[in-house]
């Protein structure tokens, strides 16, 4: 009977995320850039049997898997104190880019309890490193092509609903830029099948490192997109 019981909670639950998940894919479809509302779909995705199958497909990758053994989690920083790296540095890119965003440095608010959950964290954590190395900008389109290089190095699950929300709103309300996004998202693509594992980088152990090295140790072909 417990185990019964146990197993109802287990599918209510899922439901739930699902519904979820989906009341934020379609609040999407109209704001896109509500930052609350990507978190909220993102969290209903952590504990997914999307993302399980990612992190362990991760796995395949002995520097993937190590990082995911270890959990590494990076030191806190100090954006005024990375400004005096080099320009051509990693740190100074990274935060001059936060810098001219108004934004202060990342501190996700996922609780580590499974290697998904790790993976969220870390994702989240670096998210803005990734833009810098891989050369997407911040704007709606550029965002999901980012998502595209996401999606092709492990197959998060976030990555590929909005996505799929950016061709749906695109496509509806907004044809004339599907052009641009289709390209957005195969150059996203294409870079993240060709570079070597993000998520498997201690980034922040070599902020003087300069953005190009980064480039070129990981195989990245970067580009301008704004």
């Known amino acids: 009977m417990q185990s019964l019981s146990s197993q109802t909670w287990k599918s209510i639950s899922h439901h739930l995320r699902f519904l979820k998940a989906m009341k934020a894919f379609f609040f999407l479809l109209f704001e896109p850039e509500n930052l609350d509302t990507v978190d909220e779909l993102s969290h209903c995705l952590i504990h997914s049997r999307a993302f399980e199958l ?70 989240q954590q670096t998210h803005d490193i990734w ?20 999606l092709a190095q492990f197959r998060l699950p976030l990555a590929g609903m909005l996505i799929a929300n950016a061709l749906v709103s695109t496509t509806l309300m907004h044809p004339e830029e599907l052009p641009q996004l289709l390209q957005a998202i195969a150059q996203g693509w294409k870079m993240g099948m060709s ?21 070129q140790e990981l195989n990245v072909q970067a580009i301008a997109f704004v």
Request: hydrophobic share 40%; glycine share 4%; charged share 25%.
């Open 54 to 123: 990612a992190a362990e497909a991760m796995k395949a990758n002995p520097e993937v898997a190590a990082m995911l053994k270890e959990r590494y989690i990076a030191p806190a920083h100090d954006l005024d104190a990375l400004l005096r790296y080099p320009q051509d540095s990693l740190g100074y890119a990274y935060a001059s880019s936060l810098k001219q965003q108004g934004f202060d440095r990342i501190d996700p608010e996922v609780q580590i309890d499974a290697d998904t959950s790790y993976i969220e964290y870390r994702w």
């Open 131 to 150: 833009h810098v190395v891989t050369g997407f900008g911040t704007s709606e389109i550029a965002e999901i092509g980012l998502q595209a290089f996401y």
């Open 195 to 215: 570079a070597k594992p993000f998520i498997a980088q201690k980034w922040e152990e070599a902020w003087e490192k300069p953005v190009s090295q980064w480039r």
